[in-house]
């Protein structure tokens, strides 16, 4: 089973509007990572940020952590068409007694033209 | 540089038939991943080599499953006597080390029928 959740699982807005997904968790973490998929693709690393970091910028990026409520946020600014993709938070939590990365079940974005 | 390829990119086997995926990571990255994605769902966590000793594998699903890098490079999951449930893509990443950024896989989609 799978530690994360993304909302909402599907997102679809209009090219040039700002993007927003969340993630939460469920136990204690070392940092929390974001991946794109598209469609029939592997998935491509976005950005990552640690435990003790509360925002991050990597161009039209923004990921957000709130440690206290086990929760982050990506946000995309200025959507393109070539956004839409699926997105997932991964976190490296001790899970099952194990270190292992557990993704979420993803957010599908559709950025419409 | 080259990353991370995964052959066959598709494989349609019939039930009961034993399945080989291969995987050569990036050059130089000491830790390999496997993992499960269902159609529509994050990555699941299979296994995880650090050079060529399987650190965890407490994520494949049954004793049909069994994978091996042998020489701290490339990777082989191998299904026996596959089961209509395999069915999925099975994705997989290298890493320099640990649970840092993972470079991913096209990945390789499985059809048991």
């Known amino acids: 089973s799978q530690q994360g959740e993304e909302d909402p699982q599907a997102l679809s807005i209009q090219e040039g509007e700002n993007a927003t997904m969340n993630c939460s968790y469920k136990t204690s973490i070392n940092n929390l990572q974001w991946y794109r998929q598209n469609s029939g693709r592997g998935l491509v690393h976005l950005i990552l940020i640690r435990s003790n970091e509360r925002e991050k910028h990597s161009g039209r990026l923004r990921v957000t952590l709130d440690t206290s409520k086990k929760s982050s946020s990506l946000l995309i600014t200025a959507s393109r068409a070539a956004d839409t993709a699926s997105y997932f938070c991964?976190?490296?939590?001790?899970?099952?007694?194990?270190?292992?990365?557990?993704f979420g079940q993803g957010t599908r974005l559709t950025i419409n033209p | 540089g080259a990353g991370v390829s995964q052959s066959p990119r598709y494989k349609v086997a019939k039930r009961g038939q034993d399945v080989a995926l291969r995987c050569d990571p990036i050059?130089?990255?000491?830790?390999l991943f496997w993992y499960q994605q269902a159609l529509g769902q994050g990555p699941e966590f299979l296994t995880y080599f650090q050079n060529e000793a399987q650190l965890d594998k407490s994520g494949l699903p049954s004793d049909r499953f069994f994978a091996e890098r042998p020489e701290g490079s490339v990777s082989t999951l191998k299904i026996q006597r596959t089961q209509q449930e395999d069915s999925a893509v099975y994705l997989c990443a290298s890493s320099l080390g640990g649970l840092e950024t993972q470079y991913f896989g096209p990945g390789t989609r499985l059809l048991v029928l």
């Open positions: 050059s130089g990255h000491v830790s």
């Open positions: 991964a976190t490296d939590a001790e899970y099952q007694g194990a270190q292992k990365l557990v």
